[in-house]
């Protein structure tokens, strides 16, 4: 079921033998079983025993062990791999106050903690030596029906952790899976409690359904199951805007976080740039997020009109670290909108075919030479700078001696 020659995948076998010639049950546990059961490789291998979390560290040695969660009973154990190994000790959860975390955990048996779990296809242990499936919640079943079902009472899982709706539709909207119709009716009774989860949690969730091919349906049952108006306000209020932003979403491609979110934000709303703001704030977006959706929404008309505008209007655009956002976001645009793509072509092919120092030239004068005529800084001075920067590389003047002609006969009339 898995490649055990990856560093971190068998790290985790060496780990569950040592654990079982010691006299205790370890199993591979979560999501590598489900991936590995999906025909898709682990990104991580998660380990999870009845061996009490000091004895783990006793076992491998305190110094190739750290203590990860130690209120949880999480040991990281070092490996071959860049990074250790999480071995948890089969636990149950206890009361949920804050909607997000349990008050206090028990260690239990591996039955407790495959119950604990958020969906069945979550749920299931692998024991890597006998090459058996262990499934005490039905997930076998549900992965085979490609379906994501809330392990236990649905209404009740999701009021102990909130989180688990957002977690819901990640899972189905990126395995192409199906919601549970009972998970789902939960859900919609308590979308609008999805708020009491941090914002940073909320946008980590969001980054990672709307930032691959899943992107389209995620929205869609985000929307469905009424998630979607208290994380992205203003969404669902307009039908025919939302049905337009799937389709966006969807063909960006290839799939990228920043440019979906710019065109659902450009299709949805009616200040683009405050919402973006808002956003940005709420879910906790890097500069670099902030930026390109910015960019992007300030500049995707642009580009998609790039044939019909100066070169000195399209050429700093293009320069912008947040290029490839833009035109992925451009392409999406003119294809759901059935727009000419001339402009967003000459900008590919630019882009591809001309030399760094053509696309962006050093420019023929500079500030230094303007003081160096005996011009003082100001605005007019700024102004001048940029005319003579467009009429370069609109390929009006192609030297410093009728740059500095031009710069003359500028300030002279300012
Ligand atoms: P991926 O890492 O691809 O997002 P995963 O299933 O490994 O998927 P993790 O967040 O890494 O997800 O969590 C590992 C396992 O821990 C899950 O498979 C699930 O069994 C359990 N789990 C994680 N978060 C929760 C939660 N909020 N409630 C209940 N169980 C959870
Ligand atoms: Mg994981």
């Known amino acids: 079921m898995f490649d055990f020659a990856p560093a971190a995948a068998a790290d985790a076998l060496a780990i569950i033998r040592r654990l079982q010639a010691a006299g205790f049950v370890a199993y591979l546990a979560g999501g590598c079983v489900r991936d590995g059961l999906l025909g898709r490789q682990p990104k991580d291998f998660d380990v999870a025993t009845d061996a009490a979390p000091e004895t783990v560290r006793e076992l491998f040695g305190r110094r190739n062990t750290l203590a990860f969660g130690v209120s949880f009973g999480v040991i990281g154990v070092r490996g071959s791999a ?25 260690f239990g048996s591996a039955e407790e903690d495959a119950l604990r779990r958020d969906f069945t296809i979550n749920g299931l242990f692998h024991d890597p030596v006998r090459d058996v499936v262990i499934d005490f919640v039905g997930g076998r079943a549900d992965l085979a029906n490609r379906l994501v079902r809330a392990i236990g009472d649905p209404r009740q899982r999701i009021a102990e952790d909130k989180l688990r709706m957002l977690r819901a539709v990640r899972f189905a909207a990126t395995l192409g899976f199906t919601l549970d119709y009972q998970t ?42 009424h998630l979607l108006e208290p994380i992205w306000p203003g969404t669902e209020r307009n039908a025919e805007a939302l049905k337009r932003a799937i389709r966006l979403a969807g063909a960006v491609q290839p799939p990228e976080f920043k440019a979906i979110v710019a065109v659902v934000i450009a299709a949805t709303s009616s200040d683009p740039a405050a ?38 209007v399209v050429q700093p655009v293009l320069m912008s670290p947040h290029r490839s956002s833009l035109l992925q976001a451009a392409e999406s645009w003119a294809l759901v909108h059935d727009l000419p793509t001339a402009g967003i072509e000459l900008c590919r092919q630019r882009l591809a075919s001309w030399p760094a120092e053509r696309l962006d030239p050093p420019p023929l004068v500079t500030g230094k030479t303007l003081i160096d005529l005996g011009f003082r800084p100001g605005p007019a001075f700024k102004r001048t700078l940029a005319t003579i920067r467009d009429a370069q590389l609109d390929g009006e003047i192609d030297s410093e001696v009728e740059a500095t002609a031009w710069v003359k006969r500028l300030l002279d009339e300012a």
Do not use: Q
Not at 291 to 304: E, F, I, K, N, Q
């Open 184 to 225: 789902a009716a939960s859900i919609r009774r308590s979308a609008a409690e999805v708020t009491v989860t941090s914002g940073e949690r909320i946008g980590a969730e969001l980054r990672r359904m709307l930032g691959n091919r899943g992107a389209s349906l995620a929205l869609e049952l985000l929307a469905d199951t």
């Open 275 to 312: 919402t973006a703001a808002d956003l940005a704030e709420r879910w906790k977006w890097s500069g670099d997020e902030r930026d390109a959706v910015r960019h992007t929404l300030r500049y995707l008309d642009t580009v998609v009109a790039a044939d019909r505008l100066a070169w000195s």
């Open 82 to 106: 860049a990074t250790p190994t999480e071995v948890a000790t089969f636990r149950s959860d206890g009361t949920y106050s804050d909607g997000r975390r349990p008050d206090h955990v028990r």
